[in-house]
């Protein structure tokens, strides 16, 4: 009796959609290179095809899904981990969602580009065919993804080209980062056996070098029997790479107080309303509380740092301490000392373990947290501030929520606002592409509605929003019910405050919003404009607008050069930094 093959194709999708990856959705744009892989999706049950507007969309779709699915995900000792997927199609396509792959590279966003291509005979012909560059070579857009990749694979040899695609597939989950993956039109139907499926992908981390990691076991709980007012400060990888759960164990066991980076707001098992939480850490940007509470302490237990320049107040951290415990997805930093074979996650749960630490933290009673009062806003006022809207947007959240912010007055803005239980933030912080945030919303609301039943919102600029509007459109197809608040500043507010307050270049053409969602083929939909404090307050309150039962898009009018004084100084610093 012959063995089961199904073809390579089938394969691909069905290894995505398989535990521990288990996708349900796929993003990207057809094109002529990737048609007939594009048709294997249907032989998944359980698995769609999402298509986008355009390839850099899917990009940010890719990356908004698989930041909700890790969000949201509770096993976090079978996986736990983001991850998504995106089809396009050789040259044309694949090049227009570099921006987002990119963005995915920097931020540690788990993701597969899988890349249609040629076929091989034609290639090994140098034919002089469309999408190409004319010279033969089809080999140069792999090698442009290479340098935004953790891996790249190509599909050659039918005896190679499942394992290759597990590889692909294994190295983005562990590292967190995009792999790209080349598929040539003839090896679609390559036959493959179906009992390869039989083991799942895996994709547990690679054990730690195991003298290295003791010695780091060893002096962290050195530094920890020594400290009087330690801190554990919680960053952007400790999220991406699974790592929070540890996180939450090492604060109620340690029972020290903790801070977050803007990167890490809104991260899974990390809870704003804890009493040891002392808020939001930026540098010299951060609340004078927060900001004396972070380095004024005598240890500093560093949880997935990204030191980008948005993320610390344009490098503006000052620790009082040199004794600064840095742990990394790949790596350990102990003061100058730095251990390259030892991962983040493995060594928080051998310190967890630890009998020494649970003796050394015994009775251990932390400095009270001291929160910064919020600013409240001059009586009498009657137009929306930013001020204003930061503030008392929390009465509006709910447990779970996911929250979506855009580069620009949204994603400084949101610091100061208290997230509920459980909810999920979404900003892109360091690569801060702008438009980011509306694909990511197609990502993530999809995501959302497949794993869980959460709410998903949206805030984003007038001017961010008129580079990639079109996803919009793609978010009425699939049926989606996001929240999708627009803060009509009238153009670039960042920008001006950076450069160019009065300059033509800040300014873009007025939209009608209200008219945007029928425009695009809505039919259950709610359009809504505010601005005033009595219709925004009205609205926050409002239950039958609280209830995510259809696509909404509420227009907030707010003061050209009004944003959030976190925002007006890092524009400074960064005017600052360009000059230099």
Same mark, same amino acid.
Request: glycine share 6%; charged share 20%.
């Given at each position: 009796m012959s063995e089961e093959t199904i073809s390579l194709g089938t394969y691909l999708f069905e290894r995505l959609h398989q535990e521990p990856i288990g996708l349900r959705s796929i993003f990207g744009v057809p094109g002529d290179f990737n048609l007939t892989l594009l048709d294997k999706i249907d032989d998944v049950k359980g698995l769609s095809w999402k298509g986008n507007a355009n390839e850099l969309n899917a990009a940010y779709s890719a990356d908004g899904y698989s930041r909700v699915k890790g969000g949201i995900e509770q096993n976090s000792e079978k996986g736990g981990s983001g991850f998504a997927a995106l089809v396009t199609t050789f040259g044309v396509g694949e090049l227009s969602a570099l921006n987002g792959i990119a963005g995915a590279y920097a931020e540690h966003v788990g993701l597969l580009h899988i890349v249609g291509i040629p076929s091989?005979?034609?290639?090994?012909?140098?034919?002089?065919?469309?999408?190409?560059?004319?010279?033969?070579?089809?080999?140069?857009?792999?090698?442009?993804?290479?340098?935004?990749?953790?891996?790249?694979?190509?599909?050659?040899?039918?005896?190679?080209?499942?394992?290759?695609?597990?590889?692909?597939?294994?190295?983005?989950?562990?590292?967190?980062?995009?792999?790209?993956?080349?598929?040539?039109?003839?090896?679609?139907?390559?036959?493959?056996p179906r009992s390869l499926l039989d083991t799942p992908i895996d994709v547990s981390i690679p054990k730690n070098e195991e003298s290295e990691e003791d010695e780091v076991i060893e002096r962290t709980l050195e530094l920890i029997k020594s400290a009087k007012n330690p801190i554990i400060l919680i960053d952007a990888c400790c999220a991406r790479h699974n790592s929070t759960l540890e996180a939450s164990k090492l604060i109620e066991l340690t029972n020290f107080r903790f801070a977050l980076t803007p990167m890490a707001k809104g991260s899974k098992y990390i809870d704003e309303a804890h009493p040891n939480f002392t808020g939001i850490y930026v540098g010299s940007l951060s609340y004078p509380k927060v900001k004396e509470a972070v380095e004024s302490s005598d240890l500093v237990l560093s949880l997935g740092a990204m030191l980008s320049d948005f993320n610390t107040g344009s490098f503006s951290y000052s620790y009082s301490t040199k004794n600064v415990v840095e742990f990394h997805s790949n790596y350990i930093k102990?003061?100058?000392?730095?251990?390259?074979? @030892?991962?983040?996650?493995?060594?928080?749960?051998?310190?967890?373990?630890?009998?020494?630490?649970k003796e050394a933290v015994k009775g251990f009673k932390p400095t009270a947290v001291v929160k910064d009062p919020f600013e409240v806003p001059e009586p009498g006022q009657k137009s929306i501030s930013q001020q204003w809207l930061w503030y008392h947007l929390g009465e509006f959240l709910q447990k779970g929520d996911v929250i979506i912010t855009e580069t620009g007055?949204?994603?400084?803005?949101?610091?100061?606002?208290?997230?509920?239980?459980?909810?999920?933030?979404?900003?892109? @912080?360091?690569?801060?592409?702008?438009?980011?945030? @509306?694909?990511?919303?197609?990502?993530?609301?999809?995501?959302?509605?497949?794993?869980?039943?959460?709410?998903?919102?949206?805030?984003?600029?007038?001017?961010?929003?008129?580079?990639?509007?079109?996803?919009?459109?793609?978010?009425?197809?699939?049926?989606?019910?996001?929240?999708?608040?627009?803060?009509?500043?009238?153009?670039?507010?960042?920008?001006?405050?950076?450069?160019?307050?009065?300059?033509?270049?800040?300014?873009?053409?007025?939209?009608?919003?209200?008219?945007?969602?029928?425009?695009?083929?809505?039919?259950?939909?709610?359009?809504?404009?505010?601005?005033?404090?009595?219709?925004?307050?009205?609205?926050?309150?409002d239950k039958d607008f609280a209830k995510a039962d259809k696509i909404r898009l509420i227009e907030i009018m707010l003061p050209k050069m009004d944003a959030p004084q976190s925002l007006i100084k890092q524009a400074e610093l960064s005017a600052k930094t360009n000059s230099e």
């Open positions: 091989i005979a034609a290639q090994s012909k140098q034919l002089l065919l469309h999408h190409t560059l004319g010279n033969g070579d089809f080999t140069v857009f792999r090698k442009m993804s290479s340098f935004i990749s953790q891996t790249t694979g190509f599909l050659s040899d039918p005896a190679t080209a499942a394992g290759e695609i597990d590889r692909c597939i294994r190295e983005a989950y562990i590292n967190q980062r995009p792999s790209y993956l080349a598929f040539p039109s003839n090896m679609v139907e390559v036959e493959v102990i003061r100058s000392a730095q251990y390259p074979n @030892v991962r983040m996650k493995q060594t928080l749960q051998r310190l967890l373990k630890s009998s020494e630490l007055t949204s994603s400084f803005g949101i610091v100061q606002t208290p997230y509920p239980p459980d909810a999920l933030g979404i900003s892109q @912080v360091l690569w801060g592409s702008i438009g980011y945030s @509306v694909g990511a919303l197609f990502g993530a609301v999809t995501a959302a509605e497949e794993f869980s039943s959460r709410r998903t919102i949206l805030f984003v600029g007038d001017g961010s929003l008129q580079l990639t509007v079109q996803e919009i459109s793609s978010m009425i197809r699939n049926k989606n019910k996001p929240y999708i608040f627009v803060l009509n500043n009238d153009g670039y507010t960042i920008e001006r405050l950076i450069h160019g307050e009065n300059a033509g270049y800040n300014d873009i053409q007025p939209w009608k919003h209200q008219e945007l969602l029928n425009t695009f083929g809505a039919t259950d939909f709610e359009s809504i404009k505010v601005s005033t404090l009595d219709e925004i307050s009205k609205l926050f309150k």
